[in-house]
């Protein structure tokens, strides 16, 4: 019996599809998680839900305890996360209201807690980090995107910036030649931890907006939660699919 963690961004605080679920307000050696942990059933699967920027959507990316949101999933004994993220595309054919599911990271962020293995409170330890994704929870989230019949990309470079600001231009035209097909805010250090306590974790990505400088306007913050709002109830979909997969 597995035990499904999901970690919810902008647009997805609460996810009531859980059945029969418990709030769980805890607290971990690293710190409170961004909100109370939700525990319940989906999809016939034990699952817990949590909130990356809180229930309020009040915690910027850089600013988020992201040590104390893993640590407190990895204490209720999730066996795999689907991290869920609002990104822009880079990638031309990544429009708005697509799903991509990443296959590789660059990371932008600085300044950001990063490591459980800082060599104070735990011993200095090296991970493998040459493929960020688990393999197996993007091929789970794909094949069930299929199977609903969604479109999505099955790969992707995830430019993690450090907000809460947009990027510019220049930044974008850098993080193509890079190589970055999405921008977001909050894959790192988010996978890295999870790599480092052993959890199998992969993103499930909404394009909400083309990245700075590739559309004629501005980026609209309405037109982003109008897309949100659009798309949300699809994601959901796929992750109550995704839960039930992991019954069959
Ligand atoms: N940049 C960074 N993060 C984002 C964006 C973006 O354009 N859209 C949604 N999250």
Not at 34 to 60: C, M, Y
Not at 179 to 188: K, L, P
Request: proline content about 5%; hydrophobic content about 40%; glycine content about 10%.
């Amino acid at each position: 019996m597995t035990c499904l963690g999901i970690i919810g961004g902008s647009g997805l605080e609460h996810f009531p599809e859980l059945e029969g679920s418990v709030s769980l307000s805890v607290a971990t050696d690293w710190g409170t998680p961004s909100s109370p942990l939700q525990k319940g059933q989906l999809g016939g699967v034990e699952a817990v839900f949590l909130s990356r920027h809180g229930e309020t959507h009040s915690i910027a990316p850089h600013l988020i305890d992201y040590r104390a949101n893993i640590a407190a999933l990895a204490e209720q004994g999730v066996e795999a996360i689907v991290a869920v993220n609002v990104v822009g595309g880079i990638d031309p054919e990544m429009c708005p209201g697509d799903l991509v599911v990443p296959r590789q990271i660059i990371d932008y962020t600085y300044g950001r807690e990063h490591s459980f293995f800082d060599g104070r409170e735990q011993p200095l330890q090296h991970i493998d980090f040459t493929y960020p994704y688990s393999e197996s929870v993007r091929e789970r989230i794909v094949s069930n995107a299929i199977g609903l019949g969604l479109n999505l990309h099955s790969h992707g470079v995830y430019g993690v910036t450090q907000g809460p600001r947009l990027e510019t231009a220049a930044e974008i035209e850098r993080m193509a030649r890079d190589g970055c097909d999405i921008v977001g805010m909050t894959s790192m250090p988010e996978a890295a931890l999870a790599r480092e306590l052993d959890i199998p974790y992969a993103c499930l990505a909404l394009v909400v907006n083309p990245a700075a400088g590739l559309s004629e306007t501005e980026i609209s913050m309405d037109a982003i939660d109008q897309m949100i709002t659009e798309k949300m109830a699809e994601v959901r979909r796929l992750l109550v699919a995704i839960a039930r997969s992991f019954d069959q």
